[in-house]
C-alpha cells in the first residue's frame, strides 16, 4: 500500500516538473489564425466609411470609448454633407434615419446624441453631432482634399470561430494629386459574425497609436 502511494505521489511530482519546462500552449492561442488576404477586400469596404470619423479619433486628445455615443457618431459621420447628414433632425428623426445603419454595422437601433454644452473643445469624435435647442448640430469640421483620412486594413485575425480583430491604419491622403502623406494613427477593431450584407458587425474600436500633434 505504501508502495502505490509513493508510486502515485512520484508520478504526480514528474507531471508538474513535465508541465513547468513544457508550458501547453493556451487552446486560445492555437486557435488564433491570419486571415487577412482571405478578408482584406470585404472588411476594407464596411470600414471605409468611417474613415473621416476614425481620422477624427486620431487627434491626441480624442477619447475612443466605445459605447451608445461613438456608435451613433461612427454612423451619423458617415455622408457628411453629401445628403446623408443628420444635421437640423431632432434625435428622434435622426435615430430613424441612422437605424437601417445601426443595425448592419453593430446589431442594434439605438442611438443617443450628446447635449450641446456651450462652446469648448471636443473631446471624442462620438460628439461630432450635439442637441441644441432640440436639434442635432454639426461642432466639427470637415477634413480638406489635401489632407483626408483613408484607412487600410493591415492585419485580420480569426481568435475563434465567431470573433475577429482587425488592425487598421490611418493615413493623410491628396485627391488633388493622389498621394499619402503621414500615418496618422492605428486601430484594433473587434469584430463578430453576421447574417448581413457585410458578413460582420462592429463589437469594439480601440486605438492603439496617434501619430498627430497638438497642431492638428
Known amino acids: 500500500m505504501l508502495r502505490k502511494k509513493s508510486t502515485f505521489y512520484q508520478m504526480m511530482i514528474l507531471l508538474i516538473l513535465f508541465l513547468l519546462l513544457f508550458p501547453v500552449k493556451s487552446r486560445v492561442d492555437a486557435k488564433i489564425v491570419d486571415v487577412t488576404e482571405k478578408y482584406r477586400w470585404k472588411v476594407g469596404s464596411m470600414l471605409r466609411p468611417f474613415d473621416t470619423f476614425l481620422g477624427d479619433g486620431c487627434l491626441v486628445y480624442m477619447h475612443n470609448d466605445f459605447n451608445v455615443y461613438y456608435r451613433t457618431g461612427m454612423v451619423a459621420r458617415i455622408n457628411t454633407g453629401s445628403g446623408g447628414s443628420v444635421y437640423g433632425m431632432t434625435p428622434k428623426q435622426a435615430g430613424k ?66 470573433n475577429y480583430r482587425v488592425t487598421y491604419k490611418l493615413q493623410f491622403f491628396d485627391y488633388t494629386s493622389g498621394r499619402y502623406g503621414k500615418e496618422m494613427g492605428r486601430y484594433t477593431i473587434a469584430l463578430k459574425k453576421a447574417k448581413n450584407k457585410n458578413g460582420f458587425i462592429i463589437t469594439n474600436v480601440r486605438r492603439i497609436a496617434t501619430y498627430l500633434d497638438n497642431s492638428y
Not at 124 to 145: M, N, R, T
Request: hydrophobic content about 30%; glycine content about 10%.
Open 97 to 162: 434615419r441612422l437605424k437601417g445603419k445601426m443595425k448592419l454595422y453593430f446589431g442594434t437601433t439605438k442611438t443617443k446624441f450628446k447635449k450641446y454644452p456651450g462652446y469648448r473643445i471636443i473631446t471624442s469624435p462620438a460628439y461630432s453631432f450635439q442637441v441644441k435647442d432640440g436639434k442635432l448640430i454639426e461642432v466639427y469640421g470637415q477634413w480638406g482634399e489635401t489632407d483626408a483620412p483613408v484607412g487600410a486594413v493591415e492585419r485580420i485575425v480569426q481568435i475563434n470561430p465567431k
